[in-house]
């Protein structure tokens, strides 16, 4: 009788536990980034923070072919926004894989064979060889020079004019005010007309 005195807060005590333990966990697996599918190869892209890269660096040993894309002189996940990258079997030129990642980190479930890997960014594209064996991870580190104007190029991209030395980009502007008025309709109807 005296053991079930003891067992009792014991018991409770473990299942107070495990429950902290499993919200710990779901709350972990909830930040971490979805594994998506493109041209029917799994991948998944992160490491934009501290915590999301060290996540990224465990799981990759994981995945067939890691991808990791920075710029020259930057610091390590420093990396320009959507990395348009494109996957190509070597011998053939088949499309295997098109994507875009949104990390410094792409990983992605690649059967084995040799691949071309495009990356591209604002019209700069890095390509390189990767070959993929059975049971091991094989890794390409994309960098963009550092030299490189990543916001002049996606000016150009998206149609929008620079302006002058400094290089800001003009953007035509209208007056909500405006915009929204019937007045404003109307005079911006006459300059038209004219």
Known sequence: MNSFRFARPLAVLAMGGATLLGALTSAHALTNP??????GVEYMCGG????????????APRWAAVLEFGVNRADRGAFPANVQVSVRDKYTGRPVMRATADGPFLVARLDAGTYDIEATVSGLTLTQTLTVFEGSSSKAVFQWPSNFDFVAAAAADSGTM?????????????????????????????????
Request: glycine share 8%; proline share 6%; no cysteine.
């Open 48 to 59: 934009t923070g501290k915590s999301e890269m060290a996540f990224m660096e465990m799981v």
């Open 34 to 39: 979805p594994i998506r599918v493109a041209d």
């Open 162 to 194: 620079l302006a002058g030395a400094a290089g800001k980009p003009v953007v035509p502007q209208v007056k909500a005010a405006e915009a929204t008025s019937a007045r404003g309709r109307q005079a911006a109807a006459a300059s038209l007309d004219q």
